[in-house]
């Protein structure tokens, strides 16, 4: 049997009007199972934080590793997403990605593109895996350097074009682009044809919901991966949280045809 990649698993997801990635930022095992019971029929994708597992002292990462079993005893086949953004030169990455995608085993990671290609190698290389590259962050101060013009133009398109042409040639690479910049969004979906994008923002950091759909939808009606985490794990009812944020981004396919 053909190992899915994180492509397959997503598209899995997609077609069945899928969208929602929970991001699961606790470190704490019993309320992250209670998010996933309660969620997992909804969703396209999960989104642990490794920084809220390395805060807690001496079984954080345990508890992780315990928080993605149980995912995978729950849906085999949910794309797990490990938000860690990483980057660093090549032999540190190599550890990076023995403990990410072997030790974890998880489907998907963040990861910084400021030191290039070539140090990106050792992700970029596993090429059942899912390299997302930071182009346009959801926070506040992110065009500090991201908007910064080089050759005519802001240097996230200058990453986006990067990861498009020289970077995806497994096929393996999709982007960040914040929900709180909808018409950045709709710039790098032109670039990156119909690569998934990972949008977080929607919820706590106010991103909108319709603008994200209108324009980060690729020529599939497709390629979104749509995180929230507050605006869900924190709800008074997450599953009626993830159930409204569903129901939105169903309502908002049908606008968008």
């Excluded at 699961?24 to 969620?39: C, E, G, H, R, Y």
């Excluded at 969004?185 to 919901?209: E, H, S, T, W, Y």
Aim: proline content about 4%; hydrophobic content about 40%; some cysteine.
């Amino acid at each position: 049997m053909v190992k899915q990649t994180f492509l397959d698993k997503l598209k899995a997801g997609w077609n069945k009007k899928k969208f929602i990635c929970v991001g699961l930022d606790n470190a704490d095992l019993q309320f992250n199972k209670t998010i996933v019971d309660l969620t997992f029929d909804l969703v396209v994708a999960y989104k642990p934080n490794i920084a809220f597992y390395e805060a807690v002292e001496n079984k954080g990462l345990q508890t992780l590793k315990e928080i993605i079993d149980y995912i995978r005893e729950k849906s085999p086949d949910m794309p797990i997403i490990l938000d860690a953004k990483r980057g660093d030169i090549g032999n540190t990455n190599e550890a990076y990605v023995k403990t990410i995608f072997d030790n974890l085993d998880v489907d998907a990671v963040t990861v910084h593109p400021y030191l290039g290609k070539e140090s990106l190698e050792p992700f970029l290389k596993r090429t059942d895996k899912g390299i997302i590259v930071l182009v346009k962050t959801s926070n506040k101060g992110a065009g500090e350097f991201q908007d910064l013009m080089v050759e005519g133009k802001p240097f996230y398109q200058i990453v986006a074009e990067h990861v498009t042409k020289a970077w995806n040639t497994n096929g393996n690479c999709a982007v960040v682009v914040g929900a709180t910049y909808p018409e950045e969004l709709k710039k790098v979906r032109k670039i990156v044809g119909d690569m998934p994008i990972l949008v977080p923002g929607i919820g706590a950091q106010g991103g909108d919901l319709e603008a994200t759909i209108k324009n980060g939808l690729n020529s599939q009606k497709q390629g979104l991966i749509i995180s929230s985490s507050r605006g869900i794990i924190f709800a008074p009812n997450p599953r009626e949280a993830t159930l409204k944020l569903h129901q939105d981004i169903v309502s908002s396919l049908q606008e968008a045809k």
